[in-house]
């Protein structure tokens, strides 16, 4: 899943300008968005039902009528929502605020600090997708798999690694190694950048035709990566 961040200051042009991006990388693929709520709070319906599940420790509350689903959830942790929003398919996540975390940003109006873009046209943001962060979860990466490759087994191995350069470059050789073998209908081998504890998740999966024949190879790829974790 990609991270495209933007931030600026109340009345910079954030949201016209995600409303625009937003319009355009829905044709691409599923985008979500998450915004940091700053000057005030998110109000639930007083004395509804959900509200009153809410209340009552439901966490989340989810509601359901005719248009659409709402859920509220108790905990405020970004990663968290970033986990959701993979762990359902999202490919793109567009993040509104948030100004301090370390993610690759578009800069809206007078802003310090690092940026990829600032005040961008939609066209510009779009040609360079591929150098915003990736946030991965297993059953993100799955989702991915199982899409692109119906029909396929699904082999999946995680792990922790404590280099995250030389295990990305790892995966990199991997997924080169192994794209072209006849076997493999498709392959990811990606490591997790976002770490509080200097270990990276590192994910492993295969998608395969033939589960008996292939289980080997997926386990000589495994074999690779943790010689490297231990050298």
Not at 34 to 48: D, E, N, Q, R
Not at 75 to 91: E, H, K, M, Y
Not at 111 to 133: R, W
């Amino acid at each position: 899943m990609k991270v495209i961040h933007i931030a600026g200051w109340s009345g910079s042009g954030k949201t016209t300008f995600i409303l625009k991006l937003c319009s355009h990388l829905v044709h691409r693929g599923r985008t979500a968005t998450i915004k940091h709520i700053g000057s005030h709070y998110c109000a639930l319906p007083l004395g509804k039902d959900t509200t009153l599940h809410f209340e009552a420790g439901a966490d989340p509350a989810v509601g359901i009528d005719d248009e659409k689903t709402s859920a509220v959830f108790h905990g405020i942790c970004l990663d968290d929502a970033l986990n959701l929003l993979s762990d359902s398919g999202v490919r793109y996540a567009v993040l509104e605020g948030f100004k301090g975390m370390p993610f690759q940003k578009v800069h809206i109006g007078i802003l310090d600090g690092p940026y990829l873009l600032k005040n961008p046209e939609v066209s510009e943001v779009l040609s360079v997708l591929d150098q915003f962060d990736d946030w991965y979860t297993p059953s993100g990466l799955m989702k991915e798999l199982t899409d692109e490759y119906p029909g396929c087994h699904i082999f999946s191995w995680a792990g922790y690694v404590t280099d995250y350069q030389k295990t990305k470059d790892l995966c990199s050789r991997i997924e080169d190694e192994y794209g072209d073998d006849p076997l493999i209908a498709g392959i990811r081998a990606r490591v997790h950048r976002w770490s509080d504890d200097g270990r990276y998740p590192v994910y492993l999966l295969m998608a395969m035709n033939n589960p008996f024949a292939d289980a080997a190879i997926f386990f000589r790829a495994i074999q690779k990566i943790e010689v490297c974790t231990l050298s």
